[in-house]
């Protein structure tokens, strides 16, 4: 079964939209961590936020921010008045467990394509 | 300064040869990995070490074999190259575990030909 779920494969939006990345998970553990990363088009991958499961308080960041709601095993990341510098592969990635087998687990990736 | 460094950025190579990729992290992290990111751009982990022991080794062929000097450096060694290893492999690595945020280097695209 697959852990990470990004059911969006491509968004286009103009330039000022605000977009909302969907990443839902799943997972037996009550200890996890959730990610999301950033890959430009530049190919290097940059980490963007880190998330524990006891930690179910939103976060805001500039322009970026992320709604995390156990009840539902979402993950949504919302970039607010898009730039075009914001194009890229964003992935949503779980890490299960507090042992030395922790890894991270990637949802195939959204391409958000930010048009002028 | 870079914090997780891998070389070479691009390799070429024809089928059947021997080719490594070094990664070097000066975090002090004591966790490092290998991932493989396909031509869909999925991101699959390969291995992960902790202080220099293996810790995942996520079935991959024996052509592939890590190692780790120490707990700074992870090596890629792949021999009998195929056409299907072509990918962009990433290092990364994190003070863990547990998994804290993974810091990745810049990504090595192999291309076998």
């Known amino acids: 079964a697959q852990k990470v779920t990004q059911a969006q494969t491509e968004i286009s939006v103009v330039e000022k939209e605000d977009v909302t990345l969907d990443c839902v998970y799943e997972?037996?553990?009550?200890?996890?961590?959730l990610f999301w990363y950033k890959q430009p088009p530049s190919g290097e991958l940059v980490f963007l936020i880190r998330?524990?499961?006891?930690?179910?308080q939103n976060e805001i960041s500039g322009r970026y921010s992320w709604n995390f709601q156990k009840s539902t095993s979402s993950f949504n990341f919302t970039i607010t008045a898009s730039q075009v510098v914001d194009s890229a592969v964003y992935f949503c990635?779980?890490?299960?467990?507090?042992?030395?087998?922790?890894?991270?687990?990637f949802g195939k990736g959204i391409t958000l394509s930010v048009r002028p | 300064d870079t914090a997780v460094s891998q070389t070479p950025k691009y390799l070429v190579t024809q089928m059947g040869n021997d080719k490594s990729i070094k990664c070097e992290q000066n975090?002090?992290?004591?966790?490092m990995y290998w991932y493989k990111q396909d031509s869909k751009k999925f991101l699959k982990i390969m291995f992960s070490?902790?202080?220099?022991?293996?810790?995942i080794n996520e079935t991959v062929p024996n052509r592939f074999s890590p190692k780790s000097p120490d707990k700074a450096h992870l090596n890629l060694h792949i021999n009998s190259l195929e056409l299907g290893d072509s990918a962009v492999y990433f290092c990364?690595?994190?003070?863990?575990?547990?998994?804290?945020?993974?810091?990745f280097g810049q990504g090595t695209r192999l291309t076998v030909v």
């Open positions: 990364a690595s994190s003070q863990g575990p547990p998994a804290t945020e993974a810091f």
């Open positions: 997972t037996r553990d009550t200890t996890y961590y």
């Open positions: 998330r524990n499961s006891f930690d179910e």
């Open positions: 990635a779980l890490s299960e467990g507090a042992g030395a087998n922790s890894k991270l687990t």
């Open positions: 975090l002090g992290h004591d966790t």
């Open positions: 070490y902790n202080n220099k022991e293996l810790i």
